[in-house]
Each structure stands twice: as structure tokens, then as C-alpha cells.
């Protein structure tokens, strides 16, 4: 497993077990990062947190293999 997978597994579990870590990452998701894993992301980043419900699914279509090396980056980031 990645370590941006990891991450992501982390971010989720606390977002399900910590419901003011949830509203702040939905509101302002780099400043929960920062403050809840210590994590810098760059101005030229955008993240973009949203939850599922029962009648809503998002289907996120990772970056083509040629950025692959920009998505390096920014896991190693994290």
C-alpha cells in the first residue's frame, strides 16, 4: 500500500471517529490537514474534501500515468 493510500485510509477513519475533524475538513480541508497530520500542502495545490451519503456516489478518475511523477510529488508530500 502507498503511503498516500495510508494516508487517505488515515484521514478518512479519524473523519468517521472525530465529527469536528469532519465538518473542518469539509470546510477548509488544508487547514484540517495541517492541523490534524501536520501536513503542508502548497498554495498551487487544490484539495477538495466531500462526503458520500446514501443517494450521492463520487467516482474520482485518478491522473493518466504521464503525471504520475506529479502525484510522486505531492505523496511524498504527506
Known amino acids: 500500500m502507498s503511503t498516500e493510500q495510508m494516508l487517505k485510509e488515515q484521514i478518512i ?6 465529527e469536528s ?4 475538513l469539509l470546510a477548509d480541508p ?3 490537514l ?3 497530520f501536520d501536513v ?9 474534501a466531500v462526503e458520500e451519503t446514501p443517494s450521492r456516489y ?3 478518475i485518478p491522473q493518466p500515468p504521464a503525471e504520475e511523477k506529479e502525484a510522486q510529488v505531492m505523496a511524498e508530500m504527506w
Not at 13 to 18: F, G, L, R, T
Not at 40 to 48: G, K, Q, S, T, Y
Open 58 to 60: 463520487y467516482l474520482v
Open 30 to 32: 488544508k487547514s484540517a
Open 13 to 18: 477513519q479519524k473523519a468517521w471517529e472525530d
Open 34 to 36: 495541517k492541523e490534524a
Open 21 to 24: 475533524f469532519k465538518k473542518s
Open 40 to 48: 503542508d500542502i502548497p498554495d498551487e495545490i487544490e484539495v477538495i
